[in-house]
């Protein structure tokens, strides 16, 4: 991700990007209730770690992200999740 797209996306979760007065006919404006509940939800959402997200990329395009290891991990906590 491009370091101008971490902006926008930090300005919107910051309320800085203001959306027009008038939404387009098609769209209904939301209950601000609800939009309240939602950007408290947003609030306590972990910040992203652009770094490991960026690794992770580089690791699934040299294709060694899912090794043999990794994968039995995984389905090992997926059916201790599942009660399996």
């Given at each position: 991700?491009k370091k101008?797209?971490?902006?926008?996306?930090?300005?919107?979760?910051?309320?800085?990007?203001?959306?027009?007065?008038?939404?387009?006919?098609?769209?209904?404006?939301?209950?601000?209730?609800?939009?309240?509940?939602?950007?408290?939800?947003?609030?306590?959402?972990?910040?992203?770690?652009?770094?490991?997200?960026?690794?992770?990329?580089?690791?699934?395009?040299?294709?060694?992200?899912?090794?043999?290891?990794?994968v039995n991990?995984?389905?090992?906590?997926?059916?201790?999740?599942?009660?399996?």
């Amino acid at each position: 991700m491009k370091k101008h797209d971490r902006e926008l996306i930090k300005q919107d979760v910051q309320g800085e990007i203001h959306q027009p007065e008038t939404p387009p006919p098609f769209v209904e404006p939301p209950d601000a209730a609800e939009t309240l509940r939602l950007l408290e939800k947003v609030s306590r959402m972990p910040d992203i770690r652009f770094e490991q997200v960026q690794r992770m990329r580089e690791l699934i395009a040299e294709n060694k992200l899912e090794t043999p290891e990794r994968v039995n991990g995984t389905v090992r906590r997926l059916m201790e999740e599942l009660g399996l």
